[in-house]
């Protein structure tokens, strides 16, 4: 794998774990951080090797704690849109990924690293972890995805008023409101992130990549959810994971998946 500035990967049975490597800066998204996620997704969806992806940042004080602002008061309006639609067309790269993106969120997960977050296919946070969307302190508001994706996560009422007040909640609420699907101490977070990625990897990977496909059809406006659910459940039939998986339960054993 290329060596990269801004983040660090590491490879192990299957499982590549990404971490943004900013510390100093609270790992905040800047335009070298996307552009060498964009380019380590390259990686993911071409290598074989790699089954699944867990996503966090270093050090014990931030997952991503927003974007880098320094450079925001040169930009104009166009340049702005530009600026997020960069940024979203890499959340989507996440969010469609056909290998499963778990985010394991330690600390700030503010803006853009909340942003980056939810575009993962689920969160797992360590105690410590605080999340929100303070982009209207700075006369903003959330461009790399934000609006839609807290609003399918915790509702409309709920991703209103997190986003007009730039209010920062724990994880505790983060869980109770459906933002996060588990919470656990710090020093437990990669290595329950890690057992939660090793149930889902024992599955069919085919199935799985549907999986993802079919749920996230159902916030595609260009697409009918229960009829892409339809061609994607017969897809399956033509899978030697579906012939597998059948065989292996009719006589009561262990499914062995190729992924095919």
Excluded: W
């Amino acid at each position: 794998m290329m060596a990269y500035q801004t983040i660090f990967t590491e490879l192990s049975e299957g499982i590549l774990t990404v971490t943004i490597n900013r510390p100093d800066k609270l790992n905040a998204l800047n335009q070298q951080v996307l552009e060498e996620l964009n380019q380590i997704l390259d990686t993911i969806y071409t290598d074989n090797s790699i089954k699944g992806v867990i996503l966090t940042g270093s050090g014990p004080k931030a997952f991503v704690a927003g974007a880098d602002i320094s450079g925001f008061l040169s930009v104009s309006s166009a340049e702005g849109s530009v600026l997020a639609k960069k940024g979203q067309d890499i959340f989507f790269r996440i969010e469609n990924c056909p290998k499963p993106f778990v985010a394991a969120v330690n600390g700030f997960a503010l803006g853009g690293g909340c942003e980056l977050a939810m575009s993962c296919h689920y969160r797992i946070a360590s105690e410590n972890a605080k999340f929100g969307q303070p982009e209207v302190n700075l006369g903003l508001i959330p461009g790399y995805g934000g609006t839609q994706r807290l609003t399918q996560l915790v509702g409309k009422g709920r991703a209103m008023e997190l986003m007009m007040t730039a209010d920062m909640i724990d994880a505790a609420i983060a869980h109770q409101m459906g933002l996060v699907n588990h919470v656990v101490p710090s020093e437990e977070l990669i290595i329950f992130t890690r057992k939660s990625l090793e149930k889902i990897l024992s599955k069919s990977p085919v199935a799985i990549g549907k999986v993802i496909a079919a749920v996230n059809a159902a916030f595609d406006h260009t697409k009918n959810g229960f009829n892409e659910e339809i061609k994607l459940f017969g897809e399956c039939f033509g899978t030697d994971d579906m012939k597998e998986g059948v065989t292996a339960f009719l006589e009561k054993r262990k499914a062995t998946f190729s992924g095919k």
